[in-house]
């Protein structure tokens, strides 16, 4: 049964740490979202990824997050320094680019509180 | 610039009955649209995806309708149960080369015994 997978499921952390969340898409899936979700702005895509290269992070505060992928089964998110206002559950996504449908399958969160 | 709207924000019926959520959007130019559940505390289950040149799917007790000229969708959940229970987001895709899903704000559904 494949699935995406995300690590930590939990973080808490003080303010002005650093924070790396990490995901590991289907195998075999070319793109990678990262989406926030918070009780007042839904779902935001942060960014995302097509065969490993970033094709968009128009969604992501650039003077402190940062989104990779060192290779084709791990994606990761980084946040430095992380203030409070990121506080929020942080989804990872994939899918298979050019297969038609072109389905989203989500993985379970990182639940973030930054304090 | 594309915005979806769910109404109602959340909803609240008897077991057994039948009921309708909607979905808007204000682009009608889509690839697709996609309907998902939410588990409190949970990430996102696909539940139906509806090309733009489709008008519905079904799977079990769910139809998803489209009608992308007056930029609408409604998902019908057919005779209702506890466990549906949830929260239900549709999200839209644009026909241009990226993937991104644009998503409404979700209704919540309480299905009560």
């Known amino acids: 049964d494949a699935r995406v997978t995300q690590t930590p499921r939990h973080k808490v952390t003080e303010m002005g740490q650093e924070v790396t969340m990490r995901c590991q898409p289907i195998?075999?899936?070319?793109?990678v979202f990262w989406y926030r979700q918070t009780m007042m702005q839904g779902l935001e895509l942060l960014a995302y990824f097509r065969n490993r290269a970033p094709l968009d992070d128009s969604g992501m505060p650039k003077d402190r997050f940062s989104a990779e992928m060192p290779d084709a089964t791990l994606a990761t998110l980084k946040i430095q320094p992380s203030e409070p206002r990121d506080s929020a559950v942080y989804f990872c996504?994939?899918?298979?680019f050019g297969a038609g449908a072109y389905e989203q399958y989500f993985g379970p969160g990182t639940r973030l509180t930054v304090t | 610039k594309q915005e979806v709207t769910q109404i109602p924000a959340a909803l609240s019926v008897p077991e057994g009955e039948n009921l309708v959520l909607n979905c808007s959007f204000t682009d009608s130019a889509i690839y697709n649209l996609q309907w998902f559940r939410q588990d409190p505390g949970k990430g996102l289950t696909s539940l139906l995806l509806?090309?733009?040149?489709?008008r519905e799917q079904t799977s079990g007790r769910l139809n998803a309708s489209l009608d992308k000229s007056s930029g609408r969708s409604t998902l019908y959940i057919a005779a209702s149960q506890p466990g549906d229970s949830a929260t239900y987001l549709c999200?839209?895709?644009?026909?241009?080369?990226?993937?991104?899903?644009?998503f409404g704000q979700g209704t919540t559904l309480q299905v009560k015994p």
């Open positions: 999200a839209v895709r644009s026909p241009s080369n990226t993937g991104k899903l644009i």
């Open positions: 509806i090309q733009s040149s489709q």
């Open positions: 195998l075999g899936h070319n793109t």
């Open positions: 996504a994939s899918g298979l």
